[in-house]
């Protein structure tokens, strides 16, 4: 029987999930290129990892680099990503700069919010440098992925970028032993390059990497159809070769039509049609190219169809439309020739056109200084050929995926698909989702926080707050509090008291709340109560910053 490939919604990226640690014996063939960025990364302050949207960056970072150096017993930090943020009520903080925020809270798993808040990136990576047996300072590895996030951000975080920028130039100024390394889109290199002059490295060390060769496309292949443990490794490699050879051949049949052999194999196509275990495949079957080829089409169409209906519903966009402009621009030879930025910008929104990135239907390269546009990979030529306007059944990723879309569509800006993408988190929760239908809420909180929507955002730290009293969680309840109260500290002052003093009730040793219920009980006009507090605070750290910037203007009052 013919093996089946079943089309799969993405995990936690938009669409064809990358390789992590765990699948690190799964890629294949790229050890030359793990060896040059390790070598790279151990010589050198600042190293680029440049390469084109879904050419398997994060893969390569995640299940190739990473683990090796940890191996050999280096000082590896997580990877950070500008969309993280961790679970923690946005209207908490005393201060913070989203982009600190995003990469520290990524490097270092177990810090505090509020301390990342307070602290700068030199700072805290001397806080928690590492010694050898010797007492010699060992190297710290961090790198940021997704990199070209930090060269544009939406206007009200651009003071936010520039910040985060100066405070890294300083970390990689005065922290002698940081190694950083910034992942990046190939069309972002020039400015990512202007970027690194910044952080004071003109010319730091590139490693480009392409799309899979043959060779290694085929050996992940075998792995993955191996992995699913319904095929025997024969079977796997033969239909390992077979899938790859089907992904190089590209047939168009417009204008003149014709039959081309590309040179590399998309990793993120790759993924999609071995993601799934095929049907169950006797050793002895061989399958047709023409039945092959049909499989690989159906997948292919599948993935475009959901993709495009996923991003219509998503901008509220009609889908003939996305679907017309989306065949007319790259279905046919043109696909491979690219499209004006500007052109497609005026066809759909610009976020649009960047969903469609994201997807991996397209990718964007820049030639003689200007944007253009171009599929992802000529082999999608052929089911777009066959792509019908009609929508398809949305299958979203689950709810801690799908919060994760909602992070990263309120980093880039948009936060009323943020908002639309957590709010249906709050709806597919099951019961064993607590935990998420809390962070879900919270986020919904941050979301209206940063609107400056006080209101909103104090009725949904509320309603998680309950969420997390039943699981219990004292320490979430009491920072949801201490969100609601600092919140209110402009317009409510009187009802401020009220929440932070549950809060610090709750949280006693937490100072940032001890220091908010003093603001909240000046501007309540309890002077002297505020004063208390505030010397309470200082007497447990004297360089609270946010407690003597009050205490003394509140003395300069009296």
Sequence with gaps: MIAQFPFDPPGSQANGRAFDEPDREIICGRAAETREV?????????????????????????????????AEGAHVLSPAHVAHWPSFPMAALPEYNRYRMAVLASWYTRASPVQISELTIETYVRKHQRMDRFGHRVPTYAAIDGAEALLSTPGRYERHRRDFALELATAMERSPDLHLLLAVREDAFDEI?????????????????????????????????????????????????DLVRELRTVRTARPVGGVQTTSRVEPVLLRLVCDRPPEELPGDTQISPERLRAEVNRVLTEFCA???????????????????????????????????ADRLYEAVPEPVVHALQDCHLIRAHIRDGRRYYELQHPRLIEPI???????????????SARLWQAR???????????????????????????????????????????????STATARYREAAAIF?????????????????????????????????????????ELSIQTALGRALWRSGRTHAAAAVFEGVLGHDATNREALTAKQALSGIA
């Design 408 to 454: 990263e569509a309120l980093a880039a800006g948009d936060s009323e698909l943020a908002r639309h993408h957590a709010e249906a988190v709050t709806r597919s929760c099951g019961e064993g989702e607590i935990r998420v239908l809390g962070d879900a809420t919270t986020f919904l909180g941050d979301i209206a926080f940063d609107r400056g929507d006080t």
């Design 469 to 509: 009293e039943a699981i219990p969680d004292n320490t979430a309840v009491g920072w949801l509090l201490a969100g609601i109260g600092r919140a209110l500290l402009e317009s409510a002052p009187g009802e401020a008291v009220r929440e932070l003093r549950t809060a610090a009730s709750r949280l006693p040793h």
């Design 306 to 340: 959901h993709s495009l209906t996923t991003i219509a519903a998503d901008h509220s966009l009609p889908l003939r439309t996305l679907s017309s402009v989306f065949r007319t621009s790259f279905g046919g030879p043109q696909g491979q020739v690219g499209v004006l």
């Design 38 to 70: 390790v070598g790279l990364w151990r010589t050198n302050r600042l190293t680029v990892l440049s390469g084109r949207a879904g050419a398997g960056k994060t893969s390569l970072l995640c299940s190739g680099v990473l683990p090796s150096l940890r």
């Design 193 to 241: 390059s202007e970027f690194a002059a910044r952080l004071g490295h003109a010319r730091p060390a590139v490693c480009t990497i392409e799309p899979l060769k043959p060779e290694a496309a085929q050996e992940t292949a075998a792995s993955l159809l191996r992995r699913s443990g319904c095929l025997n490794e024969v079977v796997a490699g033969a239909l390992g070769r």
């Design 385 to 399: 050929e066959g792509l019908e306007e009609r929508a398809v059944p949305i299958r979203r990723p689950g709810p």
